[in-house]
């Protein structure tokens, strides 16, 4: 995919913002499992994914993780810029979660054309409130919704996303991604598969009953 | 307080936007519990404070509330103008805590001053990059602190807010702000005053030892 198609701007910049941007935009491929950003440690820039899948963490102190959000084809990645955002006081990790292809455009230029652009603020704005809009939706589930119920959401939600009802991830890795222990998604998984909802092998969950998981997330 | 020196960026703008805002921007005068914003039933404008307390919290399906953070002299809201901001999708509850004095920018002019200024829209990118890192911030809190490290930090905050460690607040009034129920906030303070860390009265709580406090927060 060129820049031009995948950066959803395009079209509202000056054609000397454009030429910048097609100079100094770099096509990156990385491996699933490339951390892509850590904390304040790096500013890579801002990420326009042209393919694969990324995640979005924290980590706590004493390392349990929460994914915050993931990202898709043509979505932006805000936060490896995040030394450009004035007052972003938090720290999270992007990790590529498949082999994924991104076009990176470096920190310096996008402040840059941040500040001399109202056009590029506010596309900036635009981004940030949406993750904001994601990272709310997600406090509202852990705050009221109880655990059987974020449970039933995310083994749907990996299903659709990995189009298959044989999934592939270890209770471990439910545990980070929902920010609690292995233990309470173990033993909330064997309730479920006692209700026959789904059946337990050596590091997979196979759906049994979507119509009982959908009951159950809404 | 005049506008000028209440609004961070004033020095920044043309004399053309100065002249809008002074023409358009409205002090107001609201009593301890008005609601200045509810979802996204109303779109108010931008509110400079001048003076006074302000409490943004959401709702749960069932009534519940979650204190977001607050805002004092010189804070400015923004999501009692969210309609202005593309891709916010929750709705927040502004109320006013104490009597509260604010200059309010109306929407409209606010929408039209971010589209046209990059300066005007770089600022706003900072201010909900500050709430996103407030409510970053507190999501930490609600996943990785037990709840009585919370409650400790809770006390200390309100005593040096109200400045006396004789707090006049119902235990439903703190569940409220805390997003939980209020048997989990009695019974977590009487276990606080069976450690001689504080002392329960009538719609009160006073603080007697604040260092017990402190070492339970950090």
């Not at 440690?41 to 393919?51: K, R």
Request: glycine share 4%.
């Amino acid at each position: 995919m060129d820049f031009a198609s995948c950066f959803p701007i395009w079209d509202k910049l000056t054609p000397d913002e454009q030429a910048q941007l097609l100079q100094r935009a770099e096509l990156r491929s990385v491996k699933a499992g490339t951390v892509l950003h850590n904390g304040n440690m790096d500013c890579l820039g801002l990420l326009v994914i042209c393919s694969g899948q990324l995640r979005v963490y924290t980590l706590s102190d004493e390392g349990r993780e929460i994914t915050l959000y993931r990202l898709f084809d043509r979505d932006i990645c805000l936060f490896s810029a995040s030394c450009v955002m004035t007052n972003i006081q938090f720290e999270v990790i992007v990790e590529a979660e498949k082999d994924s292809q991104m076009w990176v455009l470096p920190s310096g230029l996008f402040k840059q054309m941040m500040e001399q652009s109202a056009v590029v603020a506010n596309y900036a704005n635009q981004l940030i409130s949406s993750r904001f809009s994601e990272v709310m939706w997600l406090m509202e589930q852990i705050m009221w919704k109880s655990f059987d119920k974020r449970l039933a959401g995310f083994l749907l939600d990996e299903s659709h996303l990995e189009g298959t009802k044989l999934l592939k991830i270890t209770h471990e890795k439910i545990a980070n991604h929902m920010g609690t222990a292995r233990e309470v998604v173990t033993r909330m998984l064997r309730y479920f598969q006692s209700e026959h909802i789904v059946r337990l092998t050596r590091g997979a969950v196979e759906i049994l009953d979507e119509q009982a998981l959908e009951a159950l997330r809404s």
